[in-house]
């Protein structure tokens, strides 16, 4: 069952959006899950994850402070939310079950989704 990515929008710079991503049980239960933004004419890039307990999480440095990974298990929903939001985070971002081989490479284990759309305008 895919990931479905929601919440995107266009936002003005330092206001705020919160993402969702509804996943499997089967996947969401047994995973890491991990948000992902792919800007214009850049690579995907890790933006935040959260381990299967909740307890932990990790976050590039240019969203650090800014941006909040959770998760709700009865849902089986991950949430990004997103403050203080500049041009530069202007992105498709990605959810996905993640791990991680040294706590700052991370990868997906399936494939992508479709994304939502985060448009930060100056």
């Known amino acids: 069952v895919p990931l479905v990515e929601s919440g995107g929008g266009l936002v003005q710079a330092g206001g705020s959006l919160r993402l969702s991503c509804a996943a499997s049980?089967?996947?969401?239960?047994?995973?890491?899950m991990g948000w992902f933004r792919q800007a214009p004419g850049k690579e995907r890039e890790f933006v935040a994850a959260?381990?299967?307990?909740?307890?932990?999480?990790n976050y590039s440095d240019s969203v650090k402070g800014r941006f909040t990974i959770s998760r709700d298990t009865a849902k089986n929903t991950v949430y990004l939310v997103m403050n203080s939001l500049k041009p530069e985070d202007t992105a498709v971002y990605y959810c996905?079950?993640?791990?991680?081989?040294?706590?700052?490479?991370?990868?997906?284990?399936?494939?992508w989704g479709r994304g939502t759309l985060v448009t930060v305008s100056s």
């Open positions: 049980g089967r996947t969401f239960s047994r995973n890491s």
């Open positions: 959260i381990t299967v307990s909740g307890t932990s999480t």
């Open positions: 996905a079950p993640t791990e991680s081989p040294d706590g700052i490479t991370y990868y997906a284990l399936v494939a």
